[in-house]
């Protein structure tokens, strides 16, 4: 199994101030996912990168994957209490298994 | 419909009761999953299914049994738990590859 590490673990912050969490491995990813659950409920999709160098946005978070195709960033920009969740970045091993890192727990506070 | 539905979101259950957790999709993605999460961790997946075959088992133990009754439906049945099986049971569904997945809203399972 090929780990996917994420930090920091844990992060607290105000509303309105802006956050990056990152994802690493010490092996080359096909493809990364992140996703983003909120308690009692499954994680929900945010984005996939797929090609080295790659910038996607999605209205105020930017997700960034490296050019080794090793790492992956997720930049909040003016983090709303909305926000508050725990993102988890995730690879598709073998084609069949979706394996997550550990996770990094968001409270934005009012 | 672009969701995945569990049932039940709730179940308490002792040690000697057989139960059934449900998931429907109707996407028509081709590979289902079992995950189990517990609190405070990622989710861990349990079982894949591709073209209704299992496909993956990741040395679960035997009381928990998965069944794929057809190509929209997962059952994971329940037999002879343990307390620390109390868990939340996730089910996902995907196009498979580098698709992305569709998770339900889970089962939060206690055993007692």
């Known amino acids: 199994t090929q780990l996917l590490e994420q930090s920091p673990q844990f992060l607290s912050i105000q509303e309105g101030e802006n956050l990056t969490v990152y994802c690493n491995s010490s092996s080359v990813f096909s493809s990364l996912q992140w996703y983003r659950q909120e308690p009692g409920e499954g994680p929900v999709l945010l984005v996939t990168v797929v090609t080295g160098g790659e910038v996607k946005k999605l209205k105020r978070l930017t997700f960034q994957f490296g050019d080794a195709r090793k790492d992956s960033s997720l930049h909040i920009t003016a983090a709303q209490p909305g926000d508050t969740g725990l993102y988890l970045c995730?690879?598709?091993?073998?084609?069949?298994?979706?394996?997550f890192g550990q996770g990094t727990r968001l409270t934005i506070n009012p | 419909d672009t969701e995945v539905t569990q049932t039940p979101k709730h179940l308490v259950m002792g040690m000697t009761n057989k139960k059934s957790l449900k998931c429907e999709q109707h996407m028509g993605h081709r590979a289902m999953y079992w995950y189990k999460q517990k609190a405070k961790k990622p989710p861990e997946l349990m079982f894949v299914y591709s073209y209704e075959k299992l496909s993956i088992n990741e040395s679960v133990p035997s009381r928990f049994s998965p069944e794929c009754p057809n190509s929209s439906l997962l059952n994971l049945h329940l037999h002879a738990l343990q307390p620390e099986d109390s868990a939340l049971y996730l089910c996902?569904?995907?196009?498979?590859?580098?698709?992305?997945?569709?998770f339900g809203s889970g089962t939060r399972l206690t055993v007692v």
């Open positions: 995730a690879r598709v091993q073998g084609a069949q298994k979706l394996v």
């Open positions: 996902a569904s995907s196009q498979g590859g580098w698709s992305g997945y569709t």
